[in-house]
T-cell receptor, first 113, second 116 residues
Framework: RKEVEQDPGPFNVPEGATVAFNCTYS??????FFWYRQDCRKEPKLLMS???SGNEDGRFTAQLNRASQYISLLIRDSKLSDSATYLC??????????????FGKGTKLSVIP | GAVVSQHPSRVICKSGTSVKIECRSL??????MFWYRQFPKQSLMLMAT?????????EQGVEKDKFLINHASLTLSTLTVTSAHPEDSSFYIC????????????FGSGTRLTVV
């Protein structure tokens, strides 16, 4: 089983639509959770961290369910500029207090005019 | 947040040659840097953790003699792909983590390596 699994996508949505991405992780010892955005042939950039209480940043809402080991990202009122690949990222502690990011394969979003 | 500069952004080399990729932390002293590799339509995979002043820690399956990492200063880590082969063609990205918390990972802009 992959450590971080995401919806395969691609998601093609019209401008203004609401779109949701899901992610599951296998390591119950995972400590921190993030959504990153990666544009084509670019480096990943942090979109938002994900907290157990859920958190919102403008049009973006992230949720974490530790019991189900499930993370979600909701994008409201999609913009053309939201077109990118969204990476679910989990931070685990492999040993000796070190930290390691584990990435999902990403879900590609295309927002269509 | 930290500013990370990675160079070169793109390189094409012949099979059998070596390529050096530099990762610089411009405004932050990074005792630890991370090197990732991403093949097309795949996730970023951690190759190794670069530790300033000591040996890098390599992930399982990554050949340390092929992917040489040097982290001689708090602001510079280098990854050298030795005797490159076409299957080494990939997107290589470095990352630094600010502080000792779980947060604050910043990535370099990546290096697209093509071995012909």
């Amino acid at each position: 089983r992959k450590e971080v699994e995401q919806d395969p996508g691609p998601f093609n949505v019209p401008e203004g639509a609401t779109v949701a991405f899901n992610c599951t992780y296998s390591n119950s010892a995972s400590q921190s959770f993030f959504w990153y955005r990666q544009d084509c042939r670019k480096e990943p950039k942090l979109l938002m961290s994900v907290y157990s209480s859920g958190n919102e940043d403008g049009r973006f809402t992230a949720q974490l369910n530790r019991a189900s080991q499930y993370i979600s990202l909701l994008i409201r009122d999609s913009k053309l500029s939201d077109s990118a690949t969204y990476l679910c990222v989990v931070n685990i502690i492999p040993g000796a207090g070190s930290y390691q990011l584990t990435f999902g394969k990403g879900t590609k979003l295309s927002v269509i005019p | 947040g930290a500013v990370v500069s990675q160079h070169p952004s793109r390189v094409i080399c012949k099979s059998g040659t070596s390529v050096k990729i530099e990762c610089r932390s411009l405004d932050f002293q990074a005792t630890t840097m991370f090197w990732y590799r991403q093949f097309p339509k795949q996730s970023l995979m951690l190759m190794a953790t670069s530790n300033e002043g000591s040996k890098a820690t390599y992930e399982q399956g990554v050949e340390k003699d092929k992917f040489l990492i040097n982290h001689a200063s708090l602001t510079l880590s280098t990854l050298t792909v030795t005797s490159a082969h076409p299957e080494d063609s990939s997107f290589y990205i470095c990352s630094v983590r600010e502080g000792t918390t779980n947060y604050g990972y910043t990535f370099g802009s990546g290096t697209r390596l093509t071995v012909v």
